[in-house]
Nanobody
Framework: QVQLVASGGGLVQAGGSLRLSCAVS????????MGWFRQVPGKEREFVAA???????SYADSVKGRFTISREKAKNTVYLQMNSLKPEDTAVYYC?????????????????WGQGTQVTVSS
């Protein structure tokens, strides 16, 4: 069993920055690809960023150049650095763990999910 605990959300003005963290426990951290998704009420959960087991990264077009995903093996933690935030980035952000590096942009590739952390960007 794998447990994921997301943190770091909050309220920020447009143009500001936040860093989300996702602490992973229960299994070998390096065995999983990690992803961040976000969801607003009434819409499907959408892909934000992913990092493979080998460290390759991928991003949604809407966040490319503004967000950076990284992982720190020593702390069993994955991060999402969010810069130049926009009101349309407002959502609940979820971290997730996938057992293989395959279609990391799809929610169905992930077996484990964190509880979500709210990010609100004011204009």
């Amino acid at each position: 069993q794998v447990q994921l605990v997301a943190s770091g959300g909050g309220l920020v003005q447009a143009g500001g920055s936040l860093r989300l963290s996702c602490a992973v426990s229960g299994r070998t951290f390096s065995s999983y690809a990690m992803g961040w998704f976000r969801q607003v009420p009434g819409k499907e959960r959408e892909f934000v960023a992913a990092i493979s087991r080998s460290g390759d990264t991928s991003y949604a077009d809407s966040v490319k150049g503004r967000f950076t995903i990284s992982r720190e093996k020593a702390k069993n933690t994955v991060y999402l650095q969010m810069n130049s935030l926009k009101p349309e980035d407002t959502a609940v952000y979820y971290c997730a763990a996938a057992p293989i590096d395959y279609r990391l942009g799809n929610t169905s590739s992930y077996d484990y999910w964190g509880q979500g952390t709210q990010v609100t960007v004011s204009s």
